[in-house]
C-alpha cells in the first residue's frame, strides 16, 4: 500500500508544476492547485492546520517535511492527501495532490479538496 502511495505521489509531483490552475484527475488521484502564498513557512502552516482540522470519526496521522505536509486516511473513503509548497518560478504555490486507496471514488477525493480548500 505505502509503496503504491509513493508511486503514485511521486508521479503527481513531477507533473505538479504543470497542472491546471484547478485541478486534473485521473483514477486514483487528483492534483489542484491553490494558489500562491506569502512564503514557504505560511504555505506549511496553513497545509498542517487544513490537515489538522479534517473532521474524521477515526486518527489521521499528520507529518511535516521540508516543503510538504502529509496526511493519511482522510475520509471518505480512504484518501492520503500531501499539500506540496514548491518555488515555482520564484513563488511559493500550494498544491495539494489526493492519492485514494481501491474504493475510494472522484466524489470522495472532491469532499476532501474542497474542505482543504476552504480551510488553507
Same mark, same amino acid.
Given at each position: 500500500?505505502? =509503496?503504491? =502511495?509513493?508511486? $503514485?505521489?511521486?508521479?503527481?509531483?513531477?507533473?505538479?508544476? =504543470?497542472?491546471?490552475?484547478?485541478?486534473?484527475? $485521473?483514477?486514483g488521484w487528483s492534483i489542484s492547485d491553490l494558489g500562491n502564498v506569502s512564503s514557504r513557512q505560511s504555505c506549511m502552516d496553513r497545509a498542517v492546520n487544513a490537515l489538522?482540522?479534517?473532521?474524521?470519526?477515526?486518527?489521521?496521522?499528520?507529518?511535516?517535511g521540508t516543503w510538504a505536509v502529509y496526511a493519511y486516511n482522510l475520509s471518505p473513503g480512504e484518501n492520503h492527501v500531501v499539500i506540496t509548497c514548491p518555488n515555482v518560478a520564484g513563488q511559493i504555490n500550494a498544491f495539494i495532490h489526493i492519492f485514494g486507496e481501491d474504493g475510494t471514488t472522484q466524489d470522495d477525493r472532491k469532499v476532501v479538496r474542497e474542505f482543504v480548500k476552504a480551510v488553507f
Open positions: 500500500m505505502a =509503496f503504491k =502511495f509513493i508511486k $503514485a505521489l511521486a508521479a503527481v509531483a513531477v507533473m505538479a508544476p =504543470f497542472a491546471a490552475p484547478t485541478m486534473a484527475s $485521473a483514477e489538522e482540522t479534517w473532521p474524521s470519526n477515526r486518527r489521521t496521522s499528520v507529518s511535516r
